[in-house]
């Protein structure tokens, strides 16, 4: 029984691949890229059919698995991009966090490691908001959150940067 539905699978396979494969190349960007679709679709497709015998899969339900993992992997490659233009962003002004003439200030040195010691959320919101001169509106857009989650995160920042401050202040000037 195995060894019958191997073969139907090898046959269905030489007969249809090529229009597998011509299908997968508009949903990818290069032919290696466009054969792993197609060899996503028909894992998928394998499991599921596993079930119904084991059997090859109807066409028109390849084409449709196909399309599918398409539009999955163009929606995990946008969020992936944007993930890492933002770290991108975060790391390309690493060393300018604060204006240059002040950068070699005691305080503006302890800001930035304040800074740089908060969650990635609140970080991420500080720096667009700040150093990026974005309205909560855009971060929002950035960030795929509410533009009243970027102003609470942003919000909850300062009041971490301030106490963190307060703290320094108390340490180096005593409690006056």
């Known amino acids: 029984m195995k060894g019958e539905s191997a073969s ?91 204006d240059p003439a002040v950068e070699e200030d005691e305080e503006a040195v302890l800001l930035r490691r304040a800074v740089q010691g908060l969650s990635d959320k609140l970080r991420e919101v500080v720096t667009m908001k700040i150093w990026g001169g974005l309205t909560f509106a855009q971060i929002s857009e950035t960030l795929a959150i509410s533009p009243n989650t970027a102003a609470s995160r942003y919000r909850y920042a300062l009041e971490q940067l301030a106490g963190e401050m307060q703290q320094v202040k108390e340490e180096r000037y005593g409690n006056a």
């Open 8 to 98: 139907e699978w090898k046959k269905w396979l030489s007969e249809n691949g090529h229009r597998l494969l011509l299908f997968a190349r508009g949903w990818a960007p290069c032919r290696e890229d466009a054969e792993d679709l197609v060899q996503e679709a028909i894992v998928r497709l394998w499991n599921i059919q596993k079930e119904k015998g084991g059997g090859p899969p109807d066409v028109p339900l390849v084409f449709s698995t196909i399309r599918f993992c398409g539009l999955n992997r163009h929606r995990s490659d946008k969020r992936r991009r944007k993930r890492e233009e933002s770290i991108i962003y975060l790391n390309d002004f690493e060393d300018v966090w604060l």
